[in-house]
């Protein structure tokens, strides 16, 4: 009976292997491997790639006085606003960010036609301050020549700032045709200069108070020129982080990153509309990131934002937003271009555990959290 058992035993074993390659044990393995579960962010929909693998909300819409709005950012001493530049001269702010208490606020005071022309960027800075950057390359006022365009220091007071004249607290101009900015410390931020194809850095310094005229006190350093290029209508997102600049290089296709302490002062640039310090960095090194061409579906990186150690980047011709370390190398990828079609994202930033991005084509901002 014993025999009996064990051999049907061995039969039912036999059974189930291959017929053709009996089944091998190493006695030296481990035990199995348990499932690891889900792959990637799951941000991004944890490596399922689909739209539907995330929650995806519309925040604010046309309604909310949007107009093809480029970036976006929230005020970071009052988390409940969330400050959006449109594609035009205003900024909208909602307060109450997701609340039934949302609202939406217009801001576009006298001389917003000058100092906040056609914006792309914005980049909050030390408490109370923001900036701007301005794609233009037109007269903007009787008095100023079409290239005279650069950043403008503001307010980042609610109650204050009016996209206008009276809220400015500074402006320097030596970067027409700009498309991104990011704050570095005090009073300086760098500007991706599109008509120079550069990444200038500008230290307004002390800044001239509301509405004033007094420039001369900046300083301008021009890096890299010729090296990153703007497509055109489309934000550049970039940041700053432990002495690296972090840079979507649109028109290059690729995600670039420049040493800030790297290369040396040369030759002054011109023209000098505001009497300042201004000049060419020689040397700086600029390297890649995501060099262009290798990952699929990154050809026009749009806004770019670091969060919790992870590079985050829009693909503005595709409509993906894609996850990276900060070294390069992909963690995780989400099409959304069945929610905003290609070429309609651009900005992105972070609250509460969610990424926002600015829809420009839908004139819309989105939410995408993890389901």
């Known amino acids: 009976m014993r ?12 059974a189930c292997g291959d017929d053709s390659s009996p089944m091998m044990v190493d006695p030296d393995a481990g035990p199995p491997a348990t499932d690891a579960g889900p792959m990637g962010l799951p941000l991004l929909g944890a490596g399922a790639h689909t739209a539907d693998a995330v929650d995806v909300q519309i925040v604010a819409t046309a309604d909310d006085a949007l107009e093809a709005p480029r970036d976006l950012a929230f005020h970071p001493e009052n988390a409940d606003q969330l400050w959006i530049v449109n594609g035009n001269t205003s900024m909208t702010i909602l307060t109450d960010v997701g609340s039934p208490e949302q609202e939406w606020w217009r801001r576009n005071g006298s001389g917003s036609q000058h100092f906040f022309s056609n914006a792309a960027a914005l980049a909050f800075g030390a408490p109370g301050f923001l900036a701007s950057a301005q794609e233009q390359d037109e007269v903007t006022q009787p008095d100023t020549p079409p290239d005279f ?3 403008t220091l503001w307010t980042s007071d609610f109650d204050e700032f009016d996209a206008g004249h009276a809220s400015h607290y500074d402006m320097l101009h030596n970067s027409p045709s700009s498309v991104g900015i990011a704050w570095e410390r005090d009073n300086v931020y760098w500007v991706f200069d599109g008509a120079h194809g550069s990444l200038t850095r500008y230290d307004f310094q002390m800044d001239h108070g509301p509405g004033g005229e007094d420039h001369s006190d900046g300083i301008v350093q021009r890096y890299v020129e010729g090296q990153v290029a703007r497509v055109e209508g489309v934000t550049a997102g970039m940041e700053v982080l432990d002495g690296t600049l972090f840079v979507a290089d649109t028109g290059n296709g690729r995600v670039a990153r420049l040493l800030m302490a790297s290369g040396t002062e040369g030759a002054a640039i011109t023209p000098n509309y505001d009497g300042t ?3 060419a960095m020689e040397g700086a090194t600029l390297e890649d990131v995501v060099p ?13 934002e670091i969060e919790a150690g992870v590079l985050y980047v829009v693909d503005h011709a595709s409509s993906r937003v894609f996850g990276f370390s900060l070294e390069g190398e992909l963690l995780d990828w989400v099409d959304l271009s069945s929610v905003a079609p290609a070429g309609s994202l651009m900005g992105l930033t972070f609250h509460g555990g969610a990424l926002y991005l600015a829809d420009a084509g839908g004139s819309r901002v989105l939410r995408v959290a993890a389901r």
Do not use: E, N, S
């Open 3 to 14: 025999f009996t058992a064990c051999f049907a035993l061995l039969l039912a074993l036999a």
């Open 277 to 279: 310090r201004q000049f």
């Open 149 to 151: 365009m650069g950043p």
């Open 292 to 304: 262009a061409g290798t990952v699929d579906g990154l050809t026009q990186p749009a806004g770019l």
